[in-house]
Structure formats: structure tokens, C-alpha cells
């Protein structure tokens, strides 16, 4: 039986390719605006549509009880905005993020803003076993800078942004894989697979 996955609709955004690439890779989606839902979720995706403020504004009423379920084990997988929220704060917006991960999200101090393209996450964590060519597709104006151990994995844009990162059974990522071709489908692959052992 594939793995249910519940794939959160801030509002903003189309989730379209998330959601195929998703099921491409096996998973049952099942998409929801009702953020009170995440919580009885048995997987959960916070997809990469949305600014850090008008994304927030959904998830605050119920993000003691989000963060609760990441904390007991809950399999998580946040791209770009989704990843951001998960921090305690953003330079982006004046709300507070989830605070599941310790720290904020900061602008990109580089020559280009913002980044968007391809580039190369280097990283030694099982979620990127067998993805021969780890080029992903970036879109971002900022990025999460972690205070603790959750960073993994990184990517060279005008030196190294954290761009890949863990705490218990949740994952972030700054890149796109829903957009990263074969890279993007192996790595969501991947993702299924640790969330599944999850249960």
C-alpha cells in the first residue's frame, strides 16, 4: 500500500508538480487547506509556494500541535518556504516561523538575488544515496541558518549555503526537487522510502 502523504495548501501557489512528482514516486497525495489537519497527518509535506509572513498566518493557530507531531516522529519534508517555516524566524516577514529547527532565515548576501538555477548539494546523508548527478533546481532570496546540528548538506553559490537539513524525522531543503528532473524524483524516492520506515 503506498504511503499517504498529506501535502499542505498554504493558499498561494500551484502544487501541481509537487504533487505528481510525489505520486510519480508511489505516494497517495492527498492535498489540504484545512492547516488544523496537518497534525493527523501520517506524513507531512510543506510544499515551496509562498512568502514566509502569508504562509505563517496559516500554519500559527496550530503550530504547537505541528510541532509536536514533528517532534514524536512524525516523517516531514519542508521545500524552500516549507523548509523556511520551520525555523524560528525570517528576515523575510515579522512573524514567528514553527521553531521545530533552531534558528532564522537570513537574506542571501551574494552579488545575484535571487539565486535560481542549478546547482550541486553536497552532502553525506542517506536521503542522497544513489542519486548519481545531485544537481537541483534552486529559486530562493533567502536561506535557514541553523544554530545546531540540523544542517547536512550545502550547495556553492558565492561560497557555502546550507541548503539540506535534519532534525529527527524531518527534512529541509532549500532546492526544488519537484523541479530537479531525475535528481529531484530519486531524492523524493528516497524521502518515501525513510518516511515509510517511519511507521
Given at each position: 500500500m503506498s504511503?499517504?502523504?498529506?501535502?499542505?495548501?498554504?493558499?498561494?501557489?500551484?502544487?501541481?508538480?509537487?504533487?505528481?512528482?510525489?505520486?510519480?514516486?508511489?505516494?497517495?497525495?492527498?492535498?489540504?487547506?484545512?492547516?488544523?489537519?496537518?497534525?493527523?497527518?501520517?506524513?507531512?509535506?510543506?510544499?515551496?509556494?509562498?512568502?514566509?509572513?502569508?504562509?505563517?498566518?496559516?500554519?500559527?493557530?496550530?503550530?504547537?500541535?505541528?510541532?509536536?507531531?514533528?517532534?514524536?516522529g512524525v516523517p516531514c519534508l519542508g521545500i524552500c518556504i516549507g523548509m523556511q517555516v520551520l525555523f524560528q524566524e525570517s528576515e523575510e516577514g515579522e512573524n514567528p516561523g514553527l521553531g521545530y529547527l533552531h534558528g532564522r532565515v537570513v537574506r542571501l548576501q551574494t552579488p545575484r538575488i535571487p539565486h535560481m538555477g542549478w546547482n550541486q548539494v553536497i552532502s553525506d546523508d542517506?536521503?542522497?544515496?544513489?542519486?548519481?548527478?545531485?544537481?537541483?533546481?534552486?529559486?530562493?532570496?533567502?536561506?535557514?541558518?541553523?544554530?545546531?546540528?540540523?544542517?547536512?548538506?550545502?550547495?556553492?553559490?558565492?561560497?557555502?549555503?546550507?541548503?539540506?537539513?535534519?532534525?529527527?524525522n524531518t527534512y529541509g531543503t532549500q532546492f526544488h526537487p519537484e523541479k530537479s528532473s531525475t535528481a529531484g524524483l530519486e531524492f523524493l524516492s528516497n524521502f518515501l522510502s525513510f518516511a515509510e520506515g517511519c511507521q
Open positions: 504511503l499517504k502523504v498529506t501535502l499542505a495548501d498554504y493558499g498561494v501557489g500551484n502544487l501541481h508538480s509537487i504533487r505528481k512528482a510525489m505520486e510519480l514516486c508511489g505516494a497517495n497525495v492527498i492535498v489540504v487547506e484545512d492547516m488544523s489537519l496537518l497534525p493527523e497527518a501520517d506524513c507531512i509535506v510543506l510544499p515551496g509556494v509562498g512568502a514566509f509572513d502569508k504562509t505563517m498566518e496559516r500554519m500559527q493557530p496550530f503550530s504547537e500541535s505541528i510541532v509536536s507531531r514533528l517532534q514524536a542517506a536521503i542522497m544515496n544513489g542519486i548519481s548527478d545531485p544537481h537541483f533546481y534552486f529559486a530562493h532570496s533567502f536561506h535557514g541558518q541553523p544554530e545546531d546540528y540540523s544542517d547536512i548538506g550545502h550547495t556553492d553559490y558565492y561560497g557555502k549555503i546550507p541548503t539540506l537539513f535534519r532534525k529527527g
